[in-house]
């Protein structure tokens, strides 16, 4: 029998990570044969999900969707990419078993899609909400552990400002941006009272995305606000029945006009005066700096060590711009998700990443400018917010990572709104 407990039981444990409680100064290497407990815990939660799925899925009489036969052929293509370049790569027992838990994210993602798409009382809502309940939770969690607990979450402070990074616990710097997409829209467009479970969701997130400090994040979160506050105006301008979310707004302006300087907003966005307005905290070296060592080759180091191995022996980078020094040793990721497909798996391997989210992008597009119903609104939103967050973090490439687990569950979600737009108008 069909259990929806049991299958959203198995995405809670899937975008919780569950979270790995590392203390900031426990150094680990996994690269260089160093094992954790987490690990074992993180394969463990894998091996549940995958049971609990395979056994609800067996439940099904499952017509395979093949809306994703593109998707599904240039991940092929992408994994077998891996396996080459992690056997040929520096650590290929490594490499293999990271591209190994990586693939778990893409098997999770179809057995999602096609028993969401063959439950015949599915409401996309539904999971929408529970991925909202899920990362507020996290959120929340965090932010408690932070004033308890503060090493497991990376708390970092100065005189200028306090700032949550989330170590292994989350990814604070991210989630709530995926929080406040989903609680702004449902607020403004779900329901008509003003005092719901939605708005103190936004204010939480709001929270969060100050706490977290991350610029590009804060960045596209004020755009968010602006454009759908502007499209809720306009488009019931005339509904009396919004009335009371039309006053609260007016009242929030009037607050941020009278209350907030241009000072704090600059604060904001330079963390206290500590970075330039516009800079890139050193991206621009590192990605200069892959692409050119990539220039010369067509597979990659393999998932894990590359930009690790890249990095390691290479000399201090002093950023004259805005005086500072980038410690080379210390940069684990290539700050962008496509790069890391990039360095991971070579060139083919990339053109394969760059397809599937140009295939995504348009779907994305014709959700918001063609649908424009409250899910097709909130999942298009999703993407172009994570499109953005990659072009300056790789969170979602790492598998113990609370983003990876959205990553897959996004793309599942933009495959059932896809289908079910496509069964609608037949």
Request: hydrophobic content about 50%; overall charge positive.
């Amino acid at each position: 029998m069909i259990s929806y407990k049991q299958i959203y039981f198995s995405l809670f444990l899937f975008l919780l990570g569950p979270p790995a409680f590392r203390d900031t100064n426990h150094v680990f290497y996994a690269a260089e044969g160093q094992t954790d407990i987490w690990i074992f815990v993180k394969v463990f939660s894998y091996i549940i999900i995958f049971y609990i799925l395979f056994k609800q899925y067996s439940y099904l009489k499952v017509t395979t969707n093949r809306n994703n036969k593109f998707l599904n052929f240039n991940f092929f293509i992408i994994f077998i990419l891996f396996y080459l370049s992690s056997l040929f790569g520096p650590r290929p027992q490594y490499s293999i078993s990271y591209t190994t838990l990586f693939l778990f994210g893409f098997i999770f993602y179809n057995l999602y899609l096609n028993l969401f798409l063959n439950l015949k009382d599915f409401k996309l809502i539904n999971l929408i909400q529970i991925i909202n309940h899920t990362l507020i939770f996290l959120i929340i969690f965090t932010i408690l552990l932070s004033i308890f607990f503060p090493n497991y979450v990376s708390v970092v402070k100065n005189e200028n400002f306090y700032r949550i990074i989330g170590n292994k616990i989350s990814d604070f710097k991210v989630i709530p941006i995926f929080t406040l997409t989903i609680s702004f829209i449902s607020f403004l467009f779900l329901s008509k009272n003003i005092l719901n479970i939605n708005l103190f969701y936004s204010i939480i997130s709001i929270l969060a995305l100050y706490l977290s400090q991350t610029r590009s994040t804060i960045f596209i979160s004020f755009l968010i606000i602006f454009i759908f506050t502007i499209v809720f105006f306009k488009t019931n301008e005339k509904n009396k029945n919004y009335l009371n979310k039309k006053i609260l707004f007016y009242f929030l302006i009037l607050f941020f006009l009278t209350y907030l300087s241009l000072d704090f907003i600059l604060s904001t966005f330079t963390r206290g005066n500590t970075v330039s307005f516009f800079e890139l905290s050193g991206r621009e070296f590192v990605w200069s700096t892959i692409i050119n060592h990539m220039e010369s080759k067509f597979l990659g180091f393999g998932l894990g060590y590359a930009v690790k191995d890249l990095f390691l022996n290479l000399p201090n980078y002093y950023n004259i711009a805005s005086d500072s020094l980038l410690i080379t040793k210390n940069i684990g990721s290539a700050h962008n998700f496509y790069l890391e497909f990039l360095i991971s798996g070579g060139w083919i391997c990339f053109i394969c990443i760059i397809f599937i989210h140009i295939y995504l992008l348009k779907t994305s597009i014709d959700l918001l400018f063609f649908n424009g119903d409250l899910e097709s609104k909130i999942i298009g939103t999703l993407y172009f917010v994570f499109i953005f967050i990659a072009l300056f973090d790789s969170f979602a490439f790492v598998p113990t990572s609370n983003s990876f687990a959205f990553y897959w569950i996004l793309i599942t979600m933009i495959l059932i709104k896809k289908n079910k737009i496509a069964n609608e108008n037949k």
